[in-house]
């Protein structure tokens, strides 16, 4: 009974490890949950359980090893290479008789070879995986979401998850992944709500934190094989959104007399300004230009065009975002002078957009706090709009997904360069 433990209805096994086995097991407690919430049965389960954990500790001593978690993962592997999945020994009793007998069978030739039937009939119940342990496991499970991102993006995707696991364990603890409870994260929500009472903090902002939070122990629980309802830990957990701010699109006018002017621009980094420039005539992403390379820039073609595409080692937001874009105007220009790309922002978007927004804001070009670069592809959508051009091609422009289904090979470039001469923007000295 002293290590029987009840949490929130459920039965877990909790023994504090011994001071004289910490030079073989440093762990402080070893906890397991026993997945019943009936005493009787959780009695029968701890006294098995119990008998394994003191066996484990006395292998250890017997035979000078120290407790480590890649024993247990060097189990598992082994189990999934003979075509099984790893379960303690403890829980053998619950698998269906015939899985179990296939078990039997397989090791029946290997019962020297102790390492294979612990993989295979299982072993002391896995090692306790803190929160704080389960990024560097993400990071290695997340591999192939990484492959295609460069070093600015992988900075971008993981910056969110490290946040969110950070805020948890700051709000709540760091706590082993089993543990965590549906009313853990309701202490977690309620630290952002304090937050957002305070600091004006907006519900999207929170809800990505359980949305990232989330796939990290789902990713980390999938992969190894941790019987954790995280569907329902997060149960009921996001927060009512109010209606979004957007950015707010640039007036044609605006642009055309005060950030086009050669007078206004004069003291922004000449990349920059050229940046900028493109924003306005193409309607692009700042991350989609200052990722563009010498050959994804083709001034000779009959339309000269800048081909966005993702190549190793860099990825596109959408699949839809893959797209060929005619240059005219102060775009054409840029290139023109940069007909190799814009070197010193490449792979450095949040630098360029940074630097330009602070410029727009010193020199009063940022009539609301809700206009900023980006407002220039808001911009150029409304005026694609005000044109009355097919939805079609809109989407095609812009490298968004059109919601019907695709016919043929969508406009030609000589088609777009007559639609993008039609929105672009000069600036009245021209």
Not at 107 to 128: F, I, Q, S, T
Not at 200 to 212: E, M, P, R, S
Not at 278 to 307: F, K, Q
Request: hydrophobic share 35%; with cysteine; aromatic share 8%.
């Amino acid at each position: 009974m002293q290590y029987l433990t009840l949490r929130n209805g459920w039965y877990v096994y909790n023994r504090r490890v011994p001071d004289f086995l910490k030079t073989f097991d440093p762990r402080q407690r070893v906890r397991i949950a026993l997945n019943t919430k009936c005493k009787a049965t959780a009695m029968k389960k701890l006294t098995v359980l119990n008998d394994e954990v003191e066996g484990y500790w006395k292998d250890l001593i017997k035979l000078k090893q120290t407790h480590t978690k890649d024993k247990f993962k060097a189990l598992v592997n082994t189990a999934r290479r003979l075509g099984f999945t790893y379960v303690p020994s403890s829980k053998l009793v619950d698998i269906p008789l015939n899985d179990l007998l296939e078990r039997i069978f397989a090791v029946k030739h290997g019962l020297n070879e102790p390492d294979l039937v612990k993989a295979v009939l299982g072993d002391k119940e896995r090692p306790d995986t803190l929160l704080s342990d389960c990024l560097d496991k993400f990071w290695n499970y997340s591999k192939p979401a990484l492959l295609n991102k460069n070093a600015d993006q992988q900075r971008k995707w993981k910056n969110p998850r490290i946040k969110a696991v950070k805020n948890f364990i700051t709000s709540v603890e760091d706590k082993p992944i089993t543990e965590i409870t549906n009313l853990d994260l309701i202490r977690f929500r309620d630290w952002w709500l304090e937050r957002m009472r305070q600091e004006n903090i907006k519900a999207n902002t929170i809800n990505k934190d359980f949305t990232h939070l989330k796939s990290v122990l789902e990713t980390v629980c999938t992969h190894e094989q941790l019987d954790i309802d995280i569907d329902g830990i997060f149960k009921k957990i996001h927060i009512k959104e109010e209606d979004r701010e957007t950015r707010q699109p640039y007036e044609t006018t605006f642009i055309q007399n005060e950030i086009l002017n050669s007078e206004t621009l004069k003291g922004l980094e000449e990349e920059a300004k050229y940046i900028l420039q493109v924003c306005i005539n193409t309607g692009a992403r700042p991350i989609e230009l200052v990722n563009l390379i010498a050959e994804d820039i083709h001034l000779d073609a009959p339309v000269p065009y800048i081909h966005i595409r993702p190549r190793k080692g860099y990825s596109l937001k959408t699949k839809e975002s893959k797209r060929k874009l005619p240059l005219v105007g102060t775009a054409l220009e840029a290139f023109k002078t940069y007909p190799n790309g814009f070197t010193t922002y490449q792979g450095k978007s949040d630098q360029a957009t940074s630097t330009i927004n602070e410029y727009l804001t010193k020199n009063n070009l940022r009539p609301t706090l809700k206009h900023s670069l980006y407002s220039c592809r808001h911009s150029f959508q409304d005026r694609l709009t005000a044109l009355e051009i097919p939805d079609r091609i809109q989407c095609q422009l812009m490298g968004h997904k059109f919601h019907r289904p695709k016919y043929g090979n969508g406009a030609s470039l000589e088609h777009l360069h007559e639609i993008m001469g039609k929105v672009k923007v000069l600036n009245l000295e021209t």
